[in-house]
Nanobody, 123 residues
Framework: QRQLAESGGGLVQAGGSLRLSCAIPARPFSSHAMSWFRQAPGKEREFVAG????????KYADSVKGRFIISRDTAKITVKLQMDSLKPEDMGVYYC????????????????WGQGTQVAVSS
């Protein structure tokens, strides 16, 4: 069974940008929500941004509002996360996740996950 596949992570200086991409193995339905979570060492997985496949229901964590933008490419069946003005506290493994229903912020609501992509930010 193919999983979600994240890419685009790497090492960047504080203030820099990265764009993450999540390849989705099958075209989602309008009832699906796609989200990005991140997990730093020793910390719980936290919600970053999410949206409905229809394009609505967009949510952001307060810590990333104004700096990150989530979007989807319906032709390539991908979800992207544009991350600007990166800070050291943004470091962690970033995961793409999918669920049926509204965009929620709890990781336990999602039943489809990728392997994650590492983001490192040097100060």
């Amino acid at each position: 069974q193919r999983q979600l596949a994240e890419s685009g992570g790497g090492l960047v200086q504080a203030g820099g940008s990265l764009r993450l991409s999540c390849a989705i193995p099958a075209r989602p339905f309008s009832s699906h929500a796609m989200s990005w979570f991140r997990q730093a060492p020793g910390k719980e997985r936290e919600f970053v941004a999410g949206m409905r496949w229809t394009g609505g229901g967009t949510k952001y964590a307060d810590s990333v509002k104004g700096r990150f933008i989530i979007s989807r490419d319906t032709a390539k069946i991908t979800v992207k996360l544009q991350m600007d003005s990166l800070k050291p506290e943004d470091m962690g493994v970033y995961y793409c996740a999918v669920r049926v229903g509204a965009t929620t912020t709890s990781a336990s609501d999602y039943n489809g996950w990728g392997q994650g992509t590492q983001v490192a930010v040097s100060s």
